[in-house]
């Protein structure tokens, strides 16, 4: 069966330091693969699409990898702030869908 | 454009009872996704419309469950009767297609 794979453990790290969350997903063959955060209270907000020719996506402090032999996706905020503090979800499409199927998330805490 | 805008904020009903969410997508998506996030099961999709067809309702969970998109820029998701394990929150997204999928604020709806 299909699975999306988020670190289900919440992530602590010191502001100023580089956080890095993880998406593993089997059996699917996605064209593309998309981020997106997530605060309490409110809905899922776009942060990042990567395709799948492309290695590396940075967009300001953000950057994203995505390996297809892996069949994983990093997420990197670089000079993390407390303010970054959310949960961050990945999404993948399954076989030409363009149906966005979200993992669980992974809880982002930046400590100051 | 204000974003995706969905009605009722917040919902509280009595088993039984009939709910009808709302949903105004953003002008010119063609895409619109209704999903139901709760702390056991995440981000789930129940219903993907395009160009106001319904094109995948999979993840509808029963026949208690029905959605319309009787225009492009209306779409309703009722439950008939409701039942407390439909409390959750639920989410309204329109997209482009190939684009990131703008969310609306959602419905919190607690059917006691």
């Known amino acids: 069966s299909q699975k999306i794979e988020q670190n289900s453990e919440a992530l602590n790290i010191q502001e100023g330091k580089t956080a890095t969350l993880t998406c593993n997903y089997t059996?699917?063959?996605?064209?593309?693969l998309q981020w997106y955060r997530q605060d309490p209270g409110r809905g899922p907000v776009f942060l990042l699409l990567?395709?799948?020719?492309?290695k590396e996506k940075r967009k300001e402090r953000l950057k994203v990898t995505f390996d297809t032999t892996l069949k994983q996706s990093l997420f990197h905020i670089t000079a993390s702030q407390p303010a970054d503090s959310a949960t961050y979800l990945c999404?993948?499409?399954?076989?030409?869908?363009?149906?966005?199927?979200f993992g669980r998330g992974t809880s982002l805490i930046v400590h100051p | 454009d204000a974003g995706v805008i969905q009605s009722p904020r917040h919902e509280v009903t009595e088993m039984g009872q009939e709910v009808t969410l709302r949903c105004k997508p953003i002008s010119g998506h063609n895409s619109l996704f209704w999903y139901r996030q709760t702390m056991m099961r995440g981000l789930e999709l129940l219903i993907y419309f395009n160009n106001n067809v319904p094109i995948d309702d999979s993840g509808m969970p029963e026949d208690r469950f029905s959605a319309k998109m009787p225009n492009a820029s209306f779409s309703t998701l009722k439950i008939q009767p409701s039942e407390p394990r439909d409390s959750a929150v639920y989410f309204c997204?329109?997209?482009?297609?190939?684009?990131?999928?703008?969310f609306g604020q959602g419905t919190r709806l607690t059917v006691v």
């Open positions: 990567i395709r799948e020719n492309e």
């Open positions: 059996n699917y063959s996605p064209a593309y």
């Open positions: 999404a993948l499409e399954s076989g030409g869908s363009y149906i966005p199927t």
């Open positions: 997204a329109s997209s482009s297609r190939v684009t990131e999928a703008f």
